[in-house]
């Protein structure tokens, strides 16, 4: 019900409601004001008017009660609305159906469900438009608050308005929303004047002032504080909500115990649509009492009481005793036997002494909350869960299964000291779960490899023969994940022998990653089948299991196998997941674009994780970043960005033993110096990863830059050193580890063949399946085939290879190695550059070309059309070819012409 107090003094604020509502453009508008400045009956305004035009109107409330259930303000929201959702595509409903937990898989990411939302929005909004309202937002949980921002942001288009009211006394995400906001200031002298005068009619004039002066222009406080005129609340020392909810608590204390129990139920279980079947908040009962004191009022949407204002449930809060609030909880425990999560909540909360049994339930409740993509809400009860362990062992454990999950949510202090409490546990050994979080966190924020080692090893050596097989394959996993960044044979050594004694135990695909991420050359030969099949076993796994293979497959040359599933799962927990499995993933995506040639893609995707890294504190994966940025960068022939990025990460990683970087780094070196003719620096550099006929062991670099030191070296008059290199590849068996080194093994040959021999080892190499895969080096390959073939006289022939890896260096932007193919060209007796192919552009090709012309980014264009910004990226590099160009600053120009 839309009270006096909405409309006095409150003209501006009703014309710029009625705006939006009347709007026929969608958008969005924030309302930002103190408590009881009158948010709330604007929001019921807009919702009356909206109404009275004909629209459809669905609202939902945030409720400290629920920030701690993921997706509960979400699922308030749609709840009305879900009916519809068969019409959506499969997809779509599955979304819904594994963040709501109706049923098992892999959590959307924040902007895949925030699509499939809007989907849903405009179909409910297909007939009439549709208000969305939401009060109190300062109060949704993280996951339903992201997306509810994600959707006001790109609802132009639809026939969809959304009003959102916030608390400007409580920070929240929404305060940086970048959102248009409208602020709603106290009521002026006059507007409180009237509303006083309308409302309580007859004050006698010292209390009328008194009354004014302490409500200051807040409409709730004139409504409400004419009650106290007798003094029971007259305390200005206090702030206004204060002394509000002293008022209402006075309202509270009146009325029959059964009474305030039902009403503190009400207030402790939110308003979720969970609550019961069809009811979207909790059923009061016999409740009179509270509406004759103007405690509730009838929602004019649902006709459901609800509390008249969120101090009322502030109050009630406030006024129990601790008994009586366990008690509530208890109930409400009960009446939620069967929704996880919301009973843990409430059963812990009524828990006092250590219970085995209730601790239980939350770890089963936190591992569904994970599950859903809710960190934060798996924080939550796993902490509590380790407060009400019976003994020190195991709270020990569930603290340090706390504190993995917030290292690995990028809550890196928290995680400190959660691991810092389970340490400091009395008379009790450190746990191995406070071990893994130390070795964790140590890796990866300060990039200790070597006392992480230590850690672990030691761990695992002194794990009792009984200890759990699942803590054991963790611990291992670790171990070897440690190992790679390390790339030291001598932890490598202590690594195998450890996997040796427990892969029987341990099973699974632990034994695969040992072989996979360590001595590929010497333990890769059939790892990438047993790879292919552990991700054909995934089904619905885990994000750390799909990380840890598509890890596995990088090493192995298969990541464009699993493309698909690894872009899913990264673009999944980018946004809802957790940080670190982002980290990871995201580089992995980055990988393989730059394997695939999506160039430009690939250094939008590494620069978005550099930034997703440096904000969260994690400094092994941003000098990972800034190392392959530098990679892709001497590529393309940015000398200044390689060199600076070489630098950075051989300056942080050496002095800390990560030899995975440093080797990064070498490889940059040798990387660049092949873009810019500098073999010798080349040859130094690739030479230093690995001597010519060798592969060092653990290095993963030295199978990468195989190709790399054959150049190097045969530009340099190394031809012995080159076919010797060429030889131990061949001999050594890398061939059998993956089709890409079968690739560059017989590249590798014809180059240091003898002229006779060159010819058909050529024809093979650019032949290779595995070439297609791999488009830059097949060009790099094609090129040195026609510098040959030019050699040996065959023109014709040279022209035709050189061509065609003109035309993948120029796609990928590599304009260092452009120009060489073109003198290469040039000197074959072809004069003038390659042309463009001039294929047409397809509508939505020519539309995501335009809005790249027009300045806009992958992500910018992705929003507007609602696409992926890989999605918007692969466009993009089909259409650069089309357009005979190699870069966005291109576009403009060659679209004129078209």
């Keep these: 019900m839309v009270s006096v107090g909405s409309v006095v003094g409150r003209e501006g604020e009703v014309g710029e409601l009625g705006g939006l509502v009347a709007s026929g453009e969608g958008r969005a508008l924030v309302l930002r004001g103190e408590p009881g400045v009158g948010k709330s009956a604007l929001l019921d305004l807009a919702a009356a008017h909206a109404a009275e035009l004909g629209q459809r109107v669905v609202r939902a409330a945030g409720v400290e009660a629920e920030a701690g259930l993921a997706f509960a303000g979400l699922h308030q929201l749609l709840h009305p609305l879900l009916a519809g959702a068969d019409a959506l595509d499969p997809a779509t409903r599955a979304a819904f159906d594994i963040v709501f937990g109706r049923s098992t898989g892999e959590p959307p990411s924040v902007m895949a469900l925030g699509i499939a939302v809007l989907d849903l929005l405009a179909l409910a909004s297909g007939d009439v438009p549709l208000l969305l309202v939401i009060d109190d937002a300062q109060w949704l949980d993280p996951q339903s608050g992201e997306v509810a921002r994600f959707i006001a942001r790109r609802l132009s288009g639809h026939a969809v308005r959304m009003a959102v009211g916030v608390r400007a006394d409580t920070p929240s995400p929404w305060d ?70 002293r008022l209402y608590g006075g309202r509270i204390a009146g009325l029959d115990p059964a009474e305030r129990a039902e009403l503190l139920r009400a207030a402790l279980d939110g308003t979720g649509a969970a609550a019961l079947p069809g009811r979207t908040r909790y059923p009061l009962r016999a409740v009179d009492g509270a509406v004759a004191r103007g405690l509730l009022t009838t929602d004019a949407g649902t006709g459901d009481l609800v509390f008249r204002h969120p101090l009322v449930r502030s109050a009630l809060l406030q006024s129990a005793t601790p008994n009586e609030r366990r008690a509530a909880h208890a109930d409400l425990a009960r009446l939620h036997r069967e929704e996880l999560e919301r009973h843990a909540t409430h059963l812990a909360a009524a828990t006092v002494d250590p219970d085995e049994s209730v601790a239980v339930v939350l770890e089963r409740a936190a591992r569904s909350a994970t599950a859903r993509g809710g960190s934060a809400a798996a924080l939550t009860l796993l902490t509590r869960a380790a407060e009400l362990s019976p003994t020190a062992a195991r709270r020990s454990r569930r603290l340090g299964e706390a504190a993995f999950v917030a290292a690995q949510a990028a809550l890196l202090d928290q995680a400190h000291e959660l691991r810092e409490a389970s340490d400091r546990l009395a008379g009790t050994a450190q746990s191995p779960t406070a071990v893994i979080t130390y070795a964790y966190t140590a890796l990866y924020e300060d990039g200790d490899v070597r006392s992480a080692h230590r850690r672990v090893a030691a761990e695992l050596r002194a794990l009792p023969p009984d200890a759990d097989d699942e803590i054991r394959a963790r611990l291992l996993n670790l171990l070897l994940a440690i190992s790679v960044f390390s790339a030291d044979p001598a932890l490598w050594r202590v690594s195998d022998a450890l996997t040796d004694r427990d892969a029987e135990r341990v099973g699974g695909p632990t034994p695969l990653y040992r072989d996979a991420w360590g001595d590929v050359a010497r333990r890769g030969a059939g790892a990438r089948e047993r790879v292919l099949a552990a991700f054909g076993e995934l089904g619905d796994g885990q994000p750390w299991d799909v990380m840890r293979l598509g890890v596995a497959a990088y090493f192995l040359d298969a990541l464009a196998e699993h493309r698909t599933l690894v872009r899913r799962v990264a673009d999944r927990e980018t946004g809802s997941g957790a940080v670190t499995n982002a980290m990871t993933l995201q580089q992995l995506v980055m990988l393989d674009q730059i394997s695939s040639g999506e160039w430009d893609a ?40 390689a060199r600076a990025a070489l630098d950075r990460v051989d300056r942080w990683a050496r002095p800390r033993g990560v030899g995975y970087l440093t080797q990064l780094a070498e490889a940059t070196g040798a990387a660049l110096g092949l873009t810019t003719g500098d073999y010798e620096s080349a040859y130094a550099y690739a030479g230093g990863l690995t001597a010519p006929g060798t592969f060092t062991p653990y290095s993963q670099q030295s199978l990468r830059t195989l190709l790399d030191l054959v150049e190097a070296a045969v530009h340099t008059g190394r031809v012995d050193q080159a076919r010797t290199h060429a030889l131990a590849a061949r001999d050594q068996g890398l061939p059998a580890v993956s089709p890409r080194l079968d690739f560059l093994t017989t590249a590798a040959l014809a180059m240091t063949a003898e002229d006779t021999q060159a010819g058909p080892l050529f024809e093979r190499a650019v032949a290779h399946p595995a070439g297609v895969d791999f488009p830059f080096e097949l060009a790099r390959v094609r090129l040195e085939q026609g510098m040959w073939l030019r050699r040996t006289r ?60 027009s300045g806009l980014s992958n992500k910018e264009i992705g929003a507007r059309l609602f696409l992926s910004p890989r999605t918007v990226g692969a466009h993009l590099y089909r259409i650069f070819p089309k357009l005979g160009i190699s870069s966005r600053a291109s576009l403009r120009d060659a679209l004129e012409g078209t």
Excluded: K
């Design 176 to 245: 940086s929303s970048g959102l248009p906001e409208l602020t709603v200031p106290p009521l002026s002298a006059q507007a409180s004047a009237l509303l006083l005068d309308t409302s309580s009619p007859g004050l006698a004039e010292p209390a009328r002032s008194r009354i004014l002066d302490q409500a200051r222009g807040n409409p709730l406080a004139l409504l409400e504080l004419p009650a106290g005129v007798d003094g029971s609340v007259d305390r200005p020392e206090l702030p206004l909500p204060r002394r509000l909810e």
């Design 602 to 641: 690939a250094e939008e995707t590494g620069r978005r994780g550099l930034a997703l890294t440096v904000a969260h504190g994690y400094r092994l994966f941003e000098y990972q970043y800034h190392g392959f940025l530098g990679l892709l960068a001497a590529w393309r022939g940015d000398a200044d960005t």
């Design 794 to 853: 065959d023109r014709t022939t040279a022209r035709t290879a050189l061509g065609r890896a003109a035309e993948t260096f120029e796609r990928l932007g590599a304009t260092p190695w452009l120009h060489r193919a073109q003198a290469e060209l040039r000197a074959s007796g072809l004069p003038g550059r390659p042309t463009a192919t001039g294929a047409a552009l397809t509508p939505q090709e020519r539309q995501i070309a335009e809005l790249a012309a």
